[in-house]
């Protein structure tokens, strides 16, 4: 499994979970705190303008361990309604484009599969991430005024 950070400048953080390993909520906050270096490395600006994060309502991220990992860094998270993909900026602009480029192709062992996955995602356009993350605020929009109905249909 690979968790995905990104913002409108590129990707921040490629995690990948080893294979056989299941994601909890200790191991996402190990992966809470990469995040926070990478974004120290990386984008030092929005330590000081404050993370805003979106993830889904998925178990590990809404234990206390993890809520409180989050409020230890000051980060806000962005509300996500359940089962929204429409409003999830990986399920609508990110993971189609991956599949199509990995569709058809077979990897001999899972390092060949993460070098892949390292090089699709360093040599995507920035202007990709920065309309995948501008879509946002007229899909939320949309949501909105749709009462909570899905966007697309």
């Known amino acids: 499994m690979a968790t995905v950070f990104w913002d409108a400048k590129g990707v921040i953080l ?13 191991r996402y906050c190990s992966t809470l705190d990469r995040l926070k270096e990478a ?16 993830h889904d309502n998925a178990t590990p991220h809404s234990p206390n361990l993890t809520l409180q990992r989050l409020q230890r860094y000051g980060w806000e998270i962005l509300p996500q309604p359940a089962h929204s993909p429409d409003l999830a900026p990986s399920d609508f602009h990110l993971f189609g484009p991956l599949r199509r480029h990995l569709g058809g192709m077979a990897f ?41 109905d899905y966007v697309e249909k």
Not at 39 to 46: D, M
């Open 108 to 148: 001999e062992t899972e390092d060949d599969l993460i070098s892949e996955l390292r090089n699709w995602f360093g040599n995507i356009d920035v202007d990709f991430f920065r309309v995948g993350i501008n879509s946002l605020l007229s899909r939320w929009q949309k949501c909105i005024d749709l009462h909570g």
């Open 14 to 26: 490629l995690d990948i979970l080893p294979q056989g390993q299941c994601i909890n909520a200790a």
């Open 39 to 54: 974004i120290r490395r990386k984008r030092p600006g929005l330590l000081r303008r404050g993370v805003v994060l979106q």
